[in-house]
């Protein structure tokens, strides 16, 4: 026997006067029977909040609909009005419709011309000053004719291009401005541009980096002059305070450059809308690290440590100031970094042990809301590896917090396969004449 089933207009109840063509787009939200049987006789009309009114105003919606990007939730007020309201939820689609998976996906680009083929299937966009500046505005094989001169035409351009579904991450030019009222104006100017409802400001991550010594990553070699490690209270933390400062403000915080797993607690601490999972180049310098202990371990070739101490030099493991470093430190700063990564047994070997570890203190975390982004992919086996991880039992209830982000070509790749081609082969012969 099928579930009965209620929605707002089982209540039989009037509109509230003067909302009834707002009303009409909302009479099929769904209601569960114990709520039903526990408000029928309190209801006395059907409203909705003065937020719904502000979305729809917003992002102007056919009749009869609701914009994508908005959960349709129930407020029932004193006076036996019960009111709809909209509330920001990128796993919704149009009219209060889940998207098809749990896992949401994004997409890192600038580029409004790759941006425009995935906007229908992405709840997240993320811009960070690279992505703007170097891979698109100053890249004239991406930025054709140099139409797109400014930041603030990209991103209006993006805005266009972008359904009310879809949250924008963008990124702050300056974390390390002092004048925290430059940094307000600017996160406003985004927000005039997206929508209060879209905008996410991204925040990284400042480590050893200070608005003291920023410099030095502008000028000469740019390298900083300080270990990673060797930092300043108030400097490691500045990121930290601006995400948590920016978010008494109202803003939604991408908490970003994120590369290790004992970065995440901390930055919880920030209440984030987003924490982030780096892959790519964590990965590769782990494989790196690992063949240059593998060669002096099996044929003492200390030449391969010398190596290594130049590769973490050039990585900024260690400064110039470290050119000297005794060999045995180097090997055991090696073996350590493998150790804490988990690159020889199962968690780790596939570069996800911070994506397990990150999805564990999320299930653990006491802010509902926030999401893991997965991002900074490449390979044939980044992609596929995260898709099955998200399979596993430990991890599939967990689905609801990833947002998987790469650039739009990288997500495209997975759309196929080798029998793809078979079969369109076999098809298009088979169909050919017939059209």
Request: proline fraction near 5%; glycine fraction near 6%.
């Amino acid at each position: 026997m099928k579930k009965m089933k209620f929605t707002l207009k089982s209540f039989d109840v009037p509109s509230v006067k003067g909302e009834e063509s707002l009303v009409q787009r909302v009479w099929d939200v769904p209601v569960e029977l114990e709520e039903f049987r526990d408000l029928h006789k309190i209801v006395k009309a059907i409203g909705v909040t003065d937020q719904f009114k502000d979305v729809l105003k917003t992002f102007p919606t056919p009749e009869g609909e609701t914009p994508a990007g908005f959960e349709r939730t129930l407020i029932l007020d004193s006076d036996g009005v019960l009111r709809v309201d909209l509330e920001r939820n990128i796993a919704f689609d149009k009219n209060g419709v889940k998207r098809p998976t749990n896992v949401l996906f994004s997409a890192d680009s600038a580029n409004p011309y790759e941006v425009a083929p995935i906007s229908n299937l992405i709840a997240n966009l993320t811009c960070n000053p690279g992505i703007i500046y170097d891979l698109f505005i100053n890249n004239p094989e991406a930025n054709v004719g140099n139409v797109y001169k400014t930041r603030d035409e990209v991103m209006i351009e993006l805005a266009k291009i972008l359904g009310p579904g879809c949250d924008v991450s963008v990124e702050l030019n300056n974390p390390f401005e002092k004048d925290y009222g430059k940094i307000l104006e600017e996160a406003n100017k985004f927000k005039e541009i997206f929508s209060k409802y879209r905008v996410v400001i991204k925040v990284p991550h400042t480590g050893a980096v200070t608005a003291d010594n920023v410099n030095q990553l502008l000028a000469g070699d740019k390298k900083l002059d300080t270990r990673f490690d060797n930092v300043s209270t108030e400097g490691a933390f500045l990121g930290h305070n601006l995400a948590l400062r920016l978010h008494e403000d109202g803003f939604r915080i991408n908490f970003t450059l994120m590369f290790e797993p004992y970065q995440t607690q901390l930055a919880l601490q920030s209440r984030p809308y987003f924490i982030n999972t780096f892959l790519r180049h964590r990965l590769k310098q782990s494989e790196a690290i690992e063949q240059f202990l593998t060669v002096y371990e099996e044929f003492d070739d200390k030449k391969s440590l010398e190596g290594l101490r130049n590769y973490f030099v050039e990585n900024d493991y260690l400064t110039k100031a470290d050119s000297d470093m005794d060999l045995t430190e180097v090997y055991s700063f090696g073996r350590d970094i493998i150790k804490y990564r988990r690159f020889k047994d199962e968690e780790g070997c596939d570069g996800l042990d911070q994506m397990r570890h990150n999805l564990r203190l999320l299930k653990n975390c006491t802010i509902p809301d926030t999401r893991l982004i997965v991002c900074s992919m490449e390979g044939p086996d980044n992609y596929p590896d995260i898709d099955k991880l998200l399979t596993e039992p430990e991890f599939i209830d967990m689905n609801k917090r990833v947002v998987i982000t790469a650039e739009p070509n990288y997500l495209a790749r997975f759309t196929s396969t080798n029998q793809v081609v078979s079969y369109q082969r076999r098809f298009m012969n088979a169909a050919e004449g017939e059209a």
